[in-house]
């Protein structure tokens, strides 16, 4: 199951799950909003509500959790 969630992450989204991984280590319980939060300083807000970025996020939420 691992390895089937990690091929579904791109080298950007492997990036991505390496922030996750970061945010969660540090014990807040907002970890995932800083996460958010974090992707929204880096690539504007208007990326945020674009369904297709949302989609691309509920994806890669799956398969950190998977992974995870």
């Known amino acids: 199951m691992k390895q089937v969630a990690l091929r579904l992450l791109h080298?950007?989204?492997?990036?991505?799950v390496a922030e996750l991984d970061q945010?969660?280590?540090s014990g807040d319980s907002n970890w995932f909003i800083d996460f958010c939060n974090n992707r929204v300083r880096k690539h504007g807000h208007?990326?945020?509500?674009?369904?297709?970025?949302r989609l691309k996020n509920l994806y890669l939420v799956a398969a950190y959790l998977a992974i995870r």
Do not use: D, G, I, W
């Open 11 to 16: 080298q950007s989204q492997r990036e991505q």
């Open 23 to 25: 945010h969660k280590a």
């Open 46 to 53: 208007q990326l945020v509500t674009h369904p297709k970025f």
